[in-house]
């Protein structure tokens, strides 16, 4: 089964509001990670948060982690159109093997 | 910089047919290669990921097998393709041990199996 699990599964909101994503996991992890991607596109990391940190700030990205709810959260703030994609979020499954697990995705629709 | 090329980008082929999706990075050693599959509208399943030439870990028994030749080169094949092998495959790089740090997609290659 999935570690992660984003929700909602697709979102749409107008451009300029907020969107919030969350992620919930599993197992214990060290890290995780969050990427985008553009429809028929690779995968373009946003973010790593590692288990002993709380909060993470880049731009006009905010991802939390909460370890003992096993849960995180992506905000995008003041959103574009370009921001228009799929968010995933990914976790290391607390081993130290080498493999990320990916979650189902969230479909964020910014309307202009 | 880094770079990872895949190629092709699309293609399609017919049940039972052979496949070899290429994958190569440039501007860095040793690092760790990936091949993920993604169905329609959902996550990355992983199918293979690399560590070194010649070693290949697998993730999901089926049909395809990965190759390391080189240490910059990752190669997905399949002697018979299924219609279940349909996706869209994504090859990714990473450093470092373990999965600590971010992983560098490719573009991606469409695969139609009719």
């Known amino acids: 089964s999935q570690q992660g699990e984003e929700d909602p599964q697709a979102l749409s909101i107008q451009e300029g509001e907020n969107a919030t994503m969350n992620c919930s996991y599993k197992?214990?992890?060290?890290?995780l990670q969050w990427y985008r991607q553009n429809s028929g596109r690779g995968l373009v990391h946003l973010i790593l948060i590692r288990s002993n940190e709380r909060e993470k700030h880049s731009g006009r990205l905010r991802v939390t982690l909460d370890t003992s709810k096993k849960s995180s959260s992506l905000l995008i703030t003041a959103s574009r159109a370009a921001d228009t994609a799929s968010y995933f979020c990914?976790?290391?499954?607390?081993?130290?093997?080498?493999?990320?697990?990916f979650g189902s995705g969230t479909r964020l629709l910014v309307r202009p | 910089s880094q770079t990872i090329h895949q190629w092709p980008a699309t293609l399609v082929q017919p049940v039972g047919s052979p496949l070899s999706l290429e994958c190569t990075v440039e501007g860095t050693s040793n690092p760790n290669l990936y091949w993920y599959r993604q169905a329609a509208g959902r996550g990355l399943q992983l199918l293979f990921y690399?560590?070194?030439?010649?070693?290949i870990s697998s993730e999901v028994p089926q049909n395809l097998s990965a190759s390391r030749p080189q240490d910059r080169q990752f190669i997905l094949s399949s002697k018979k393709l299924l219609l279940s092998d349909s996706g869209f495959y994504l090859c990714?790089?990473?450093?470092?041990?373990?999965?600590?740090?971010?992983?560098?997609f490719g573009p991606g290659t469409r695969l139609t199996v009719l």
């Open positions: 690399s560590v070194g030439i010649g070693q």
């Open positions: 990914a976790t290391d499954g607390g081993d130290s093997s080498y493999k990320l697990i």
């Open positions: 990714a790089w990473s450093v470092g041990q373990g999965a600590y740090n971010e992983q560098f």
């Open positions: 197992t214990s992890i060290n890290n």
